[in-house]
Each structure stands twice: as C-alpha cells, then as structure tokens.
C-alpha cells in the first residue's frame, strides 16, 4: 500500500530535550515535505526536499532541522524543543502536483 | 502577500443536502488548484484538482468550480453523506510550483 509514516504519532517532551520524528515514504517521490499545522494557521511549510541531499526551508522553519540521506526518509529534527513548538507535524511526499500525507504527529512541548 | 483563504470556517449541511464549500485566492499566476479533505486525526487527503485553463472538474459526487475573472473557488458535494464530515482545505499552486493552504472550511453534517 502507497503511504507516507510518521513516528511517533504522540510525544510529550521538555524543553530544550532534542526529538526526532521519522518520516517514510514507499512511492520513490523525490519531493518531501514537513508542515506544522496549528488552530486558526492552517498548514504552514516547515521544510521540503527536491531530492536526496538536497533541502530547503520553507515558511516557518526555525527551530528545526531536517536531513534527505535517502529518497524515502525525511526525519524532522528539533535540537532544542520550546513550548511554541507544540503543533501537529505532518509529513508529506509529492508526485508533480499530488501530495500525499502522514498520518500527523502531535508534539507536546512542556 | 498573496495567499489562499477560505470565506467560511464552518458550514453545516443537512444529510442528503449538496454542500458548497467556497476558497478566494489572490495570485493570479497560480495555474493549479487542489481541493484537499482531512478527517479528525488524519492527514488532509487530495479530493480534487482543476488546472486554470478550466472552469469546471467533476469526481465521483465532488465538483470543482474554478472562476478566474473573481478568482473563486469552490467545491461541490453532491448528496452530503456523514462520511463527509471532515475540514476541507484549498490549495494553490503557485508560480513558484509551492502549493499554498488556505486555513480550511468545517463540514458538519446534520442529521
């Protein structure tokens, strides 16, 4: 089955404790993306990737950081976690105009 | 700056009824517009898309009107069921070849 993962799906962290969540697609898209999704923003580009070694900030991206070793893995990476970092992260691969989503990642900074 | 946004946040539908979901985009040079739906703990799912050399893209009970002269968008959906319960984002694709969320419209399906 095409699908994009996430891992974990729920994490409550502290600040300033680094975090990683995992991102997995099996569709070889080259396009990899990270979004933050909050109440009343909407979804809002943290990161993307064209294609392996090659990524890119997006709209919001400070505070993270990301890596494209391989084309199926986008692992979204907080050093230094704050409370305004509290969001639901999804993940998602493109195939020209097609995005395909994770199933979200909910962060809980404390 | 351009953006993509959304004239209602909540729309409430009575089951069976057609439901029309609107979307105002500013940027006249996007040339691609997607229609996305996401179900309470799930990630927004591609419904529909329409290029801007089209006014109109049908699916399966789902419409996509596309009107450039007011730069609207909506989306049509026919015999609204209670599986359409969902918030609905539009997107553009802009010049850049970045897609752009508008904030996203809430369905409720009354029964």
């Known amino acids: 089955e095409a699908q994009v993962t996430q891992n974990p799906r729920y994490l409550i962290t502290v600040t300033g404790k680094k975090l990683t969540v995992t991102c997995s697609q099996n569709m070889n898209h080259e396009y990899m993306s990270w979004y933050r999704q909050d109440p009343g923003l909407g979804l809002r580009q943290i990161y993307y990737?064209?294609?392996?070694?090659?990524?890119d900030k997006g709209d919001v991206p400070e505070g993270y950081k990301v890596s494209r070793k391989e084309k199926r893995n986008f692992p979204l990476i907080l050093e230094s976690p704050s409370p305004n970092q509290t969001s639901l992260y999804f993940c998602?691969?493109?195939?020209?105009?097609?995005?395909?989503f994770g199933p979200g990642t909910r962060l809980t900074v404390l | 700056g351009e953006s993509v946004g959304l004239h209602l946040p909540t729309l409430s539908v009575q089951e069976g009824d057609n439901s029309i979901i609107n979307c105002a985009y500013s940027?006249?040079?996007?040339?691609?517009f997607i229609w996305y739906k996401q179900e309470s703990g799930k990630g927004p799912q591609f419904i529909i898309d329409i290029r801007s050399n089209m006014d109109k893209r049908q699916g399966q009970r789902v419409t996509v009107l596309l009107n450039k002269t007011v730069k609207h968008l909506s989306l049509q959906i026919a015999a609204t069921q209670p599986g359409d319960s969902a918030v609905y984002f539009c997107a553009e694709n802009d010049r850049d070849d970045k897609i752009i969320f508008g904030k996203g419209t809430r369905l409720h399906i009354l029964p």
């Open positions: 998602a691969s493109r195939q020209g105009n097609e995005q395909f």
């Open positions: 940027n006249s040079a996007s040339d691609y």
């Open positions: 990737s064209m294609n392996v070694e090659v990524t």
